[in-house]
Nanobody, 120 residues
Framework: QVQLVESGGGLVQAGGSLRLSCAAS????????MAWYRQPPGKQRELVAD???????NYADSVKGRFTVSRDNTKNTVHLQMNSLTDEDTAVYYC??????????????WGQGTQVTVSS
C-alpha cells in the first residue's frame, strides 16, 4: 500500500504565495507521473499541473506563469509553488501519483487533500 501525504495549505491574501508538498511512502518500486488537482467549492475536480519522471511538466491554462510544479525522484516528493494567488485559486488541492509497486503492478493514488484559501 502507498500513502500520499500533503502539506503546506492554508490561508493567504490575494497576491501572495504558498508552497504545497506531497510525499509518497509505502511499497514503491518507482513513481511515474505525479500531479496536483484541485476542487473549488461547488465545482468538479480539475488538473492543475503534472510532471513526469523525466521532469516534463504540463499546466492548466489558468495557472500558467504563476504556478510551478517540481519533484524529487530520490525522495518521491512533488511540490507546487503557487504565486500571485487570486480568490479563484481557493480550493482543496489533491496530490496524485501513479505508483509502480513492482515491475508489473501499478496503481493510482490520491492524497487526503489540503485546503488553500485566498482572501481578497
Amino acid at each position: 500500500q502507498v500513502q500520499l501525504v500533503e502539506s503546506g495549505g492554508g490561508l493567504v491574501q490575494a497576491g501572495g504565495s504558498l508552497r504545497l508538498s506531497c510525499a509518497a511512502s509505502g511499497k514503491i518500486y518507482f513513481v511515474s507521473t505525479m500531479a496536483w488537482y484541485r476542487q473549488p467549492p461547488g465545482k468538479q475536480r480539475e488538473l492543475v499541473a503534472d510532471i513526469n519522471r523525466g521532469g516534463t511538466t504540463n499546466y492548466a491554462d489558468s495557472v500558467k506563469g504563476r504556478f510551478t510544479v517540481s519533484r524529487d525522484n530520490t525522495k518521491n516528493t512533488v511540490h507546487l509553488q503557487m504565486n500571485s494567488l487570486t480568490d479563484e485559486d481557493t480550493a482543496v488541492y489533491y496530490c496524485n501519483a501513479l505508483v509502480w509497486s513492482s515491475a508489473y503492478e501499478r496503481d493510482n493514488y490520491w492524497g487526503q487533500g489540503t485546503q488553500v484559501t485566498v482572501s481578497s
